[in-house]
């Protein structure tokens, strides 16, 4: 047991820069992801069929498409394009594009929720669309959709752990796990350390989310 | 937009042996898909039944596996399983394998990476099905338990299939995560569609033949997401055109409990 105590002791600034990187490229991709997610989501909500299209192409593509895949792409493959893309960028990026299809998805689902009854309402009081979109809709949906969100949350907590091992683009806790490992050959232990890192936010972020929900629920 | 499209960027696809070799890839994605989902399906509604036990603490003990399982990265526990097993086990497994079974089979990773996606997905899924179980009224489980059926007969006959079939929606959605997580396996030195990919990029042209067509990565990896996209595109048509049939058979709005999943524009 003292060898695990040793560990996380010897190696804590390590742990503590991957840890605090994980949470830099969450919170970065997860500003992308829903900014992306809410212009999708009207997309996909608007009267023109072309525009709804561009939606469904766009979710329909992200969400199906390995994570793994897209990382390639945004790094490997748009630095050999010519376009010099910077580590964090293509990770962060990628990660907030990919999840921005079921932000999307998560919201539509809010928008839907609030009910054709208020679109008219809003409507026939001369409100345009985006307007109504943007002070009726949007408003309400927002707050429906904080359980899902949270959940999409955790979700890019744990695909965050790709970003650095698969290929070295943020040193993040996993990445900073296996560098520790390479050189200690303590895998057990540096791995619970791990471990306990990701369970902290994992699990964190459910109790924020659980207490939002009940202080944010709109009662029907 | 021009590098694109440029059709000089496009010759690798059909040259040499290219499009065999990424399509042989994506197969053992495949294979590993559904070994795992297979997996993933019986183990996690094990789970779910043991999540839903009458004893407290076996309740207790499931919910704390499912929870540390499913709160964790994949790749973590990918990582860390390809990591710990020793490597006597690796080689016993390689002696022990038949040379019958699929590709995918090989190598001495294979058995981490399945158990990694078992452990990670049967989580997932057990906490799904645990939730179609308990959005079920009470009374049907006193219904049942009335009518003189046993705890297993009323669970198999009366709560399961109404409870499984309010869930497939969401497990259909975590099946798809499983199928692109596939991928992960490519960390762990497991030949697959990533692996080919890079193959076929660093050789610029097919690795068998030397036809010197050049192959750009980002051209390359685009069309090994498509094959993703399409197969999981299918997927979720599939759980969709269930669902609406359910929806038609059973004459109600089949009840959603959670997951994100995707609403028809007709429904």
């Known amino acids: 047991m003292s060898g695990l105590w040793e560990v996380l002791v010897r190696h804590f600034p390590?742990?503590?820069s991957g840890f605090v990187v994980t949470i830099q490229l969450v919170a970065a991709a997860f500003v992308v992801a829903v900014v992306l997610g809410?212009?999708?989501?009207?997309?996909?909500?608007?009267?023109?069929?072309?525009?709804?299209?561009?939606?469904t192409i766009y979710v329909e593509f992200f969400r199906n498409i390995p994570l793994l895949v897209l990382l390639f792409i945004a790094f490997a493959g748009l630095r050999r394009a010519g376009l010099d893309i910077s580590r964090f960028a293509a990770g962060a990026g990628s990660l907030g594009l990919y999840t921005a299809a079921y932000v999307a998805e998560a919201i539509r689902s809010g928008v839907f929720a609030v009910g054709q009854g208020q679109i008219d309402a809003a409507l026939s009081l001369g409100f345009t669309y985006?307007?109504?979109?943007?002070m009726i809709v949007l408003p309400q949906a927002i707050r429906t959709v904080i359980p899902p969100l949270g959940n999409l949350m955790i979700a890019m907590i744990k695909n965050s752990a790709i970003i650095g091992v698969a290929l070295a683009l943020a040193d993040d806790l996993l990445k900073e796990a296996r560098v520790i490992n390479s050189r200690t050959f303590q895998t057990n232990e540096v791995f619970f350390w791990a471990a306990v890192g990701y369970l902290i936010l994992t699990v964190g972020t459910t109790f924020v989310v659980r207490y939002l929900e009940r202080r944010l629920v709109i009662r029907r | 937009m021009s590098y694109l499209v440029d059709p000089a960027n496009w010759e690798w696809l059909f040259a040499?042996?290219?499009?065999?070799?990424?399509?042989?890839g994506f197969a053992i994605n495949l294979q590993i898909a559904i070994l795992a989902m297979v997996l993933s399906l019986v183990a996690g509604l094990g789970l779910a039944l043991l999540r839903v036990s009458r004893w407290a603490w076996v309740k207790a003990v499931t919910g704390t596996w499912i929870d540390v399982w499913r709160n964790l990265p994949l790749i973590f526990i990918m990582l860390y399983l390809s990591l710990s097993i020793p490597e006597s086990w690796r080689t016993a497994y390689q002696d022990l394998i038949p040379a019958w079974l699929p590709d995918a089979f090989d190598s001495p990773f294979f058995p981490a990476a399945v158990a990694a996606l078992t452990l990670y997905n049967s989580a997932v899924i057990a906490e799904i099905m645990?939730?179609?179980?308990?959005?079920l009224e009470k009374g049907q489980g006193e219904a049942a338990a009335a009518l003189g059926l046993s705890y297993w007969k009323s669970m198999r006959l009366v709560i399961l299939p109404q409870g499984l079939r309010r869930m497939v929606p969401a497990t259909v959605s975590q099946l798809i995560t499983l199928n692109k997580d596939t991928t992960l396996v490519s960390i762990i030195a497991i030949q697959e569609a990533l692996r080919h990919s890079r193959i076929i990029t660093s050789t610029s042209g097919s690795p068998f033949l030397g036809v010197g067509v050049d192959a750009p990565l980002l051209h390359v990896f685009l069309v090994t997401g498509l094959l993703f996209v399409a197969v999981n595109f299918a997927l979720s048509r599939l759980s969709r055109r269930l669902e609406v049939r359910e929806r038609e058979r059973s004459g109600i709005a089949v009840e959603r409990v959670t997951g994100i999943e995707d609403q028809l524009d007709t429904a």
């Open chain 1, 14 to 16: 390590q742990f503590l």
């Open chain 1, 38 to 55: 809410v212009v999708v989501a009207g997309l996909r909500v608007q009267p023109l069929a072309p525009l709804r299209l561009a939606g």
């Open chain 2, 16 to 24: 040499g042996n290219n499009l065999r070799f990424l399509l042989q």
């Open chain 1, 130 to 134: 985006p307007r109504t979109l943007r």
């Open chain 2, 130 to 135: 645990r939730a179609g179980i308990q959005s």
